[in-house]
Structure formats: structure tokens, C-alpha cells
């Protein structure tokens, strides 16, 4: 696995974020996206995604006229033509002050071989069914700093509101408001980003980009280091607000002390079918333990890197200020196959 396909601006990002320490690890973003940005996207035949989509609606204040109703089948993917259809109805419906999206339901998760995430904001790439292993078309908002990517880039990156219940849902949302502007203050205990290092080989290939083990104690953060191997490291994980790992299960991700606001997922191959296959994790097991959002890819995808979440680029970027949406989008190279879930707007390191 390298870099190869993208590899000068995975250097060029990674030095840009880590230039300087106060620029970087303490000060803010000047701007993220907010609630007057985002456009909601209700399922009207799916009972979970109207309970939800009001509820959020209603508890982030999206305004009325960014809000769209549509009519979609419940199940796990969608064919390139009811997509097209969705797709066309979204650009029809959204005015141009909608920077990004989310959509308020769990399946549809995927458009054949592609999410759909990735393919209501990048478009639909066919091809990639043809061999899901092969690269994937490289997606413009990896490493953006845009709080404003549709008037910037011409892209609105968008988010699954997807958990295992409604009840479970409503407490994910009530998490992600509760997390805002809430860390990297005088005064607040230091949080944790965990990163988790495994025998599982295939798994394992992020471990050589996690950053060094660090406190950065002005910013309010320390990057803890794990290795799964080691019996020694077995205490109980404390005030973690992001947490990443290579594995086709992680175990008890319900003990894991989760600040609210927390990122969280794995490397592994299917991560992003939600309902899950009965052999791997679901992303969605994560925010239904108490993490706030998360990402897996809803076809085999190999263990290419530039297909998950880079942990310099997601960890920095959430730190800057970012919302989950904008952290999770900027952190992916090939984000073809990979489904955001969670809570678009979170932001506790937001200002």
C-alpha cells in the first residue's frame, strides 16, 4: 500500500497542518459550517427518517426552505437511475447558500458500488464497480480548509444521520449540540486522541500515519498511543475524542469513555454497510456506543489508505475547529466507496 496516487499533496497537506504548532494544534478555524449552511434531506417513506429529520430540524434550527422532502426506497442501495433522480432533485431543490448536507435516515447507505454520500457530492462513479480494489477518482475537498465548499468548489459534502434506533438517533444529535465550542477552553480537562495499532496486518496500515505520541496541553488535547498487542496497554480509555484502528471488531466500543462530540472508526473492508454483515463492525456500532460521528466503506475497497480517514489530516482539522462533516471529508483521498455517518455539526474544538 503507498501513497503513490496522491502522494505529493498528502505531503504537501500534512506539512501545511503541522507546520506550526500554535497555527495548527491552537488556533481555531475561522469559520465552519453551521446550521444556516446545511441542507436536510427527509426519506417521507421511512418512519425512522421523519422522526429523525423533524427532530434534528428542529434541534439544530435548519431553516425551513433548506429543508426537502423526497421519496425513496428503504433498502441498502440505490440503482444508478433512482440516483440520478435523487441527485437532479437535490440540485433542483437546494438553493446556493446550501453548503452541505445531511440526510436523515440509514438506508439508503450506498449507490451500487459507491456510498452515497460520496455520490451526492462527488457524483456517481461507475467504474469503480467494475474493480472496487482499483483507485478511485481523488476528491477535491481532501485537505480543503473551505467552510464554504459548494461556493468554493462547486461540492456540498454530506452526512448520514444514521444510528441504530430513533431514540438512539435523537441522542447522537443531542450529543453532537452538546459537544459545540465545548473543548480546548482555560479550565476544561484535556481530551484524548487514541490511536490504536494491531496485529492485524491488512488492517493495520494506517499505524504508519498516526502521529507521535504528544500533549498539547494550550490546545486541550494529547495524542495517546495504543498497541493492541500489549498487555500493558489495557487501562481504560478517559475523555477520548477521537479514536481510530484497524480491525474487522473491535471489542466493547460501549466501555470507551466518549466525550461528546467523538470521531471514531476502523479499517476494515465493510465498515460502511450499516446494518452490518454478521462478520464486521459497523460503523454505526460506534455512534450507537457514544461516539458522534464515523465512516466505513460500503464495498471491498483493499487497504488502501487513501480510502479511509488519515489520522494527521482528520485529528488536525477537527482540532482547527471543523464540525465532524468537514474533519471526516478533508481527512479522505478516495472517498468513492466510504459512507460519513454521524452528526455533521458537531465542533467542540469550534470557536
Known amino acids: 500500500m503507498e501513497y503513490d496516487f496522491v502522494a505529493t499533496k498528502i505531503v504537501a497537506i500534512i ?42 430540524a428542529q434541534r439544530r434550527g435548519i431553516p425551513a426552505d433548506q429543508i426537502m422532502r423526497v421519496s425513496l ?40 458500488c459507491n456510498s452515497i454520500t460520496s455520490a451526492l457530492t462527488l457524483g456517481f462513479q461507475p467504474a469503480v464497480c467494475q474493480n472496487t480494489c482499483a483507485p478511485s477518482a481523488p476528491s477535491r475537498l481532501f485537505g480543503s480548509t473551505s467552510a464554504r465548499p459548494m461556493a468554493d468548489l462547486g461540492l456540498r459534502p454530506s452526512m448520514l444521520l444514521a444510528s441504530g434506533s430513533v431514540e438512539h438517533a435523537k441522542a447522537l444529535i443531542d450529543r453532537g449540540i452538546a459537544s459545540d465550542q465545548q473543548l480546548g477552553k482555560r479550565g476544561v480537562p484535556i481530551a484524548s486522541a487514541v490511536f490504536v495499532s494491531t496485529p492485524d496486518k491488512a488492517r493495520n496500515v494506517r499505524a504508519a500515519a498516526y502521529p507521535p505520541k504528544r500533549t498539547f496541553a494550550n490546545a486541550g488535547f494529547q495524542i495517546v498511543r495504543r498497541d493492541a498487542a500489549d498487555a500493558a496497554d489495557t487501562k481504560p480509555l478517559q475523555r477520548v475524542v477521537v479514536y481510530q484502528t484497524g480491525l474487522v471488531r473491535v471489542p466493547r466500543p460501549d466501555a470507551i469513555n466518549w466525550l461528546t462530540g467523538a470521531l471514531a472508526d476502523h479499517l ?43 489520522p494527521q489530516v482528520v485529528l488536525a482539522r477537527y482540532v482547527q475547529g471543523a464540525t465532524a462533516l468537514e474533519a471526516y471529508w478533508s481527512s479522505v483521498a478516495w472517498p468513492a466507496q466510504g459512507v460519513f455517518i454521524g452528526e455533521p455539526l458537531a465542533a467542540p474544538f469550534g470557536r
Not at 39 to 53: C, H, K, M, Q, R
Not at 289 to 310: D, I, M, R, W
Open 15 to 56: 506539512t501545511l497542518l503541522m507546520a506550526s504548532t500554535s497555527a495548527v494544534w491552537g488556533q481555531p478555524t475561522p469559520t465552519r459550517l453551521t446550521a444556516k449552511d446545511l441542507g436536510l434531506v427527509i426519506n417521507t417513506g421511512d418512519p425512522y427518517s421523519v422522526a429523525v429529520g423533524e427532530y434534528y
Open 268 to 310: 476494515t473492508s465493510f465498515g460502511g454497510v450499516l446494518r452490518g454483515t454478521g462478520e464486521q463492525m459497523s460503523a454505526m456500532d460506534w455512534l450507537d456506543a457514544g461516539a458522534t460521528a464515523s465512516y466505513g466503506t460500503v464495498s471491498e475497497p483493499c487497504n488502501h489508505l487513501q480510502k479511509f480517514p488519515h
Open 73 to 112: 426506497p428503504v433498502r441498502a442501495s440505490l440503482s444508478a437511475v433512482e440516483f440520478e433522480t435523487l441527485a437532479a432533485d437535490v440540485r433542483g431543490r437546494m438553493g446556493p447558500q446550501v453548503q452541505a448536507l445531511a440526510l436523515a435516515w440509514v438506508e439508503p447507505y450506498a449507490v451500487e
